[in-house]
């Protein structure tokens, strides 16, 4: 560090720059303080972010968080005026600390408490604006009653406060870390009461969430006779994924009558339920389950083709999501049309394979595996799943789109490319393929394709190129960035009677 002396005869220190004004601009006092100004160059060229059109501008809040949505507020009288568009708030969701003041408890210190006032201001003024209402997994389980409890109040009294919420999704937060064990929770008590009556009010709801309930007894099967009631012609998605712990069959999903999509988990599954379904409109049935779904039923095949010969364009389809480890519970002759693996852990063996071939192979349209593994794959040609893949295409014909994201040869991709009569869709991992030719020669083979096959397996290029020229379209394998980003439409239909 620099010393620094006086000079003689003076009491004051010298002044220190520590920059040259040449080279960083100016310094210009004001009172006692010296800042630096900015020096402009007169041939910059500034942007015109400020004169973006309305429509633009009302995309771009929506994608914000409400503090994103603040700071770039502040940007611009145009911004500023953006803010204020009907369409930017018509997602709404709350968090822990969203619309809270701090408080000092005794017990627990400084806490976030939900400030009333505020919330009552923000539904006066942009309450009219919700369409959609989220309520994801919360820790502090009094600010979220005190929500409902303020959100009830404001739509009985003040006329036009969430009068036009037509989307709810409500999550649970039922797994709590303590002393590195996971306990599971399920809600109940106040809060499932004033929920109930959240759930009432809103006559122009189309389609409802509720995820990881955990409800036990007679609390789960009354949950949505207030919903019944008030949107039993106008709901048209329900999602009730674990809302019962044990296995119990909610007859609800039959009493709306426009209802086109269900998922649901298969503890709340029964064959009335199916009955129900088999005089309704519902079109996709997905039955999902993760890593809180316990005591799962599979149902009878005499109540499956009861209800396909009912409803003969009811589509299917088994969904496991999560860090769900358990195989998916399989429905007995069921019209699925779709197996989607949305688990890092879910695995493919041959006994899998064959099961749904023999249960499935007349309707199967839709085979994934999604998400990155996190378990360990063989590369012995023998261990891995290149003959089951194989007799999956060639078994069912209907086979539009297939994921693979396990380990496989380039010949194998070949194979199958060549062997599936409708496959129009087909994702795999560079990561995962092989390069190696590795099929032993099959007497129904001739060796002019034989040769075809292990003279295009010695390369990625050559694969591509001929995969390409069955598709008919350019294909191309995906990196692990490109793989997570698939998105499979499961509800459309690319058959006529399908």
Request: glycine residues 4%; charged residues 20%.
């Amino acid at each position: 560090m620099a010393t620094i002396k006086k000079l003689q005869g003076c009491d004051v220190l010298p002044k220190i720059q520590l920059w040259k004004p040449n080279e960083m601009g100016e310094l210009v006092s004001h009172g006692k303080q010296l800042y630096k100004k900015e020096v402009v160059d007169p041939n910059h060229v500034y942007s015109e972010w400020n004169l973006l059109p309305d429509l633009l501008l009302e995309r771009v809040f929506q994608h914000l968080t409400l503090d994103e949505r603040y700071n770039a507020s502040m940007i611009c009288r145009n911004w500023s005026r953006a803010f204020h568009f009907p369409r930017v708030w018509y997602t709404f969701e709350l968090h822990d600390t969203l619309l809270t003041k701090r408080k000092f408890n005794y017990c627990a210190g400084w806490q976030k408490l939900l400030d009333h006032i505020r919330v009552t201001i923000f539904l006066t003024k942009k309450g009219m604006h919700i369409r959609t209402l989220i309520f994801p997994p919360m820790n502090n389980l009094f600010n979220l009653y005190e929500f409902l409890n303020v959100s009830l109040y404001m739509h009985n009294n003040c006329p036009g406060t969430l009068d036009r919420v037509h989307t709810l999704r409500f999550s649970f937060a039922c797994q709590h870390t303590e002393q590195a064990d996971d306990v599971v929770f399920g809600t109940g008590g106040q809060i499932l009461s004033m929920f109930k009556k959240v759930m009432g009010v809103f006559s122009e709801l189309k389609t409802l969430e509720l995820r990881d309930l955990l409800l036990e007894g007679c609390e789960g099967l009354h949950l949505l006779d207030e919903v019944c009631v008030t949107c039993c012609e106008t709901l048209r998605t329900l999602t009730l994924v674990n809302v019962m712990k044990l296995p119990h069959t909610l007859l609800h999903p039959g009493a709306f009558v426009n209802l086109e999509t269900l998922v649901i988990s298969p503890q709340s599954i029964g064959d009335d339920l199916l009955e129900l379904l088999g005089y309704s409109k519902v079109r996709n049935m997905y039955i999902v389950q993760n890593k809180y779904t316990e005591n799962g039923q599979s149902l009878s095949y005499k109540a499956w083709k009861q209800c396909r010969a009912a409803n003969p364009r009811l589509r299917v389809h088994l969904c496991s999501e999560g860090s769900c480890k358990n195989e998916i519970i399989w429905q007995q002759q069921a019209p699925v049309r779709s197996i989607v693996y949305n688990s890092p852990y879910a695995k493919i063996d041959t006994p899998v394979m064959l099961t749904i071939i023999e249960l499935y192979k007349r309707n199967l349209e839709v085979f994934a595996h999604k998400q990155l593994p996190r378990f360990y794959m063989p590369r012995s040609f023998h261990d891995r799943i290149d003959s089951s893949l194989l007799l999956l295409v060639r078994q069912c014909p209907y086979i539009h789109t297939l994921v693979v994201r396990e380990k496989v040869s380039t010949a194998t991709v070949l194979l199958v490319a060549h062997t599936a009569k409708n496959l129009m869709y087909f994702y795999l991992r560079r990561n995962a393929i092989i390069l190696k030719a590795d099929w032993p020669f099959n007497p129904d083979w001739t060796p002019e394709f034989y040769e075809w096959l292990c003279k295009n397996a010695r390369s990625y290029e050559a694969m591509e190129r001929e995969v390409s020229q069955i598709l008919g379209y350019k294909w191309q394998s995906l990196t692990d960035k490109q793989f997570k980003m698939i998105n499979i439409d499961l509800g459309k239909s690319y058959y006529m009677f399908s």
